[in-house]
T-cell receptor, first 109, second 113 residues
Framework: GQSLEQPSEVTAVEGAIVQINCTYQTSGFYGLSWYQQHDGGAPTFLSYNALDGLEETGRFSSFLSRSDSYGYLLLQELQMKDSASYFC??????????FGPGTRLSVLP | DTGVSQNPRHKITKRGQNVTFRCDPISEHNRLYWYRQTLGQGPEFLTYFQNEAQLEKSRLLSDRFSAERPKGSFSTLEIQRTEQGDSAMYLCASQGLVNYGYTFGSGTRLTVV
């Protein structure tokens, strides 16, 4: 089956920029999503990339490179409230979104 | 539009009992998904519906699990003869446009004792 890999933890300070990477298996892949989940909360949709390149939404940007089977989420001007788990989720033909294991981001003052 | 609603928020049950969860999706969304999430892990796909048709079930979903969406609106997920390994957060999500993001409900946290 399909699987995704992402770092388990990332730590950064307020105001910094952090990049969370995600790699995926290519067979049947057609798009990559990112979700944010605070402790005790539900995952919240952040972005979706179907084409190569960078998609920007405010302080958050998401990038996809199909040739490298790789994507990342870029968070700029980090705030304490950005401390959460971030999941990449890949869409594969004929299947539903498969979620990665999640990256726990800790933002320090 | 009140988002995706799930009930109950928490459920504690004894091993061997049956439990049923309900999900009310965003009204104009025709796709509805059930995922399960354990602590420190990403959501795992269980099943999904397009309108009232159940189109896919994960191999994770044993015969003890059944889901319905009788009128293409709300959905129920039933677990029969619960086991301690069923303890998890059960998440429902709905989706309007294919390939766009899911809107998740707050989940039902099941604890089997």
């Amino acid at each position: 089956g399909q699987s995704l890999e992402q770092p388990s933890e990332v730590t950064a300070v307020e105001g910094a920029i952090v990049q969370i990477n995600c790699t995926y298996q290519t067979s049947g892949f057609y798009g990559l999503s990112w979700y944010q989940q605070h402790d005790g909360g539900a995952p919240t949709f952040l972005s979706y990339n179907a084409l190569d390149g960078l998609e920007e939404t405010g302080r958050f940007s998401s990038f996809l490179s199909r040739s490298d089977s790789y994507g990342y989420l870029l968070l700029q001007e980090l705030q304490m409230k950005d401390s959460a788990s971030y999941f990449c989720a890949a869409a594969f033909y004929g299947q539903n979104f498969v979620f990665g294991p999640g990256t726990r981001l800790s933002v320090l003052p | 539009d009140t988002g995706v609603s799930q009930n109950p928020r928490h459920k504690i049950t004894k091993r061997g009992q049956n439990v049923t969860f309900r999900c009310d999706p965003i009204s104009e969304h025709n796709r509805l998904y059930w995922y399960r999430q354990t602590l420190g892990q990403g959501p795992e796909f269980l099943t999904y519906f397009q309108n009232e048709a159940q189109l896919e079930k994960s191999r994770l979903l044993s015969d003890r699990f059944s889901a319905e969406r009788p009128k293409g609106s709300f959905s129920t997920l039933e677990i029969q003869r619960t086991e301690q390994g069923d303890s998890a957060m059960y998440l429902c999500a709905s989706q309007g446009l294919v390939n766009y993001g899911y809107t998740f409900g707050s989940g039902t946290r099941l604890t089997v004792v």
